[in-house]
């Protein structure tokens, strides 16, 4: 088992910043992706990020791509997703996620392909 702990949601104003961080802990071994989604009220699960856990390849949403930055520290199993200029439609709760297989970016994106959940964080943007 993997354990997801998500931080550093909040309040935001329209055209400011949040860094996401996501710890990892348990079987991190098997853990072959990490992605970050979101859900916003009334709305499904989206894809925002993904990042390779080994060699840190990442792959964005169009939504955020130029705006948001995946990285990751595998010293302290943590995945972080730096977002700027934030829009107010980025509010939403935001979920890591690891996946135990990663064959390529195709079908990166769904959620059912990930082996493990966060319980989320908020992101507040306020216009």
């Known amino acids: 088992q993997v354990q997801l702990v998500e931080s550093g949601g909040g309040l935001v104003q329209a055209g400011g910043s949040l860094r996401l961080s996501c710890a990892a802990s348990?079987?991190?071994?098997?853990?072959?992706?990490m992605g970050w989604f979101r859900q916003a009220p009334g709305k499904e699960r989206e894809f925002v990020s993904a990042?390779?856990?080994?060699?840190?390849?990442?792959y964005y949403a169009d939504s955020v791509k130029g705006r948001f930055t995946a990285s990751k520290d595998n010293a302290k199993n943590t995945v972080s997703l730096q977002m700027d200029s934030l829009k107010y439609e980025g509010t939403a709760v935001y979920y890591c996620?690891?996946?135990?297989?990663?064959?390529?970016?195709?079908?990166?994106?769904?959620?059912?392909?990930?082996?493990?959940w966060g319980q989320g964080t908020q992101v507040t943007v306020s216009s």
């Open positions: 996620a690891a996946r135990r297989l990663f064959a390529g970016w195709a079908g990166i994106g769904r959620l059912y392909e990930y082996d493990y």
């Open positions: 348990g079987r991190t071994f098997s853990i072959r992706a």
């Open positions: 990042i390779t856990w080994s060699a840190g390849s990442t």
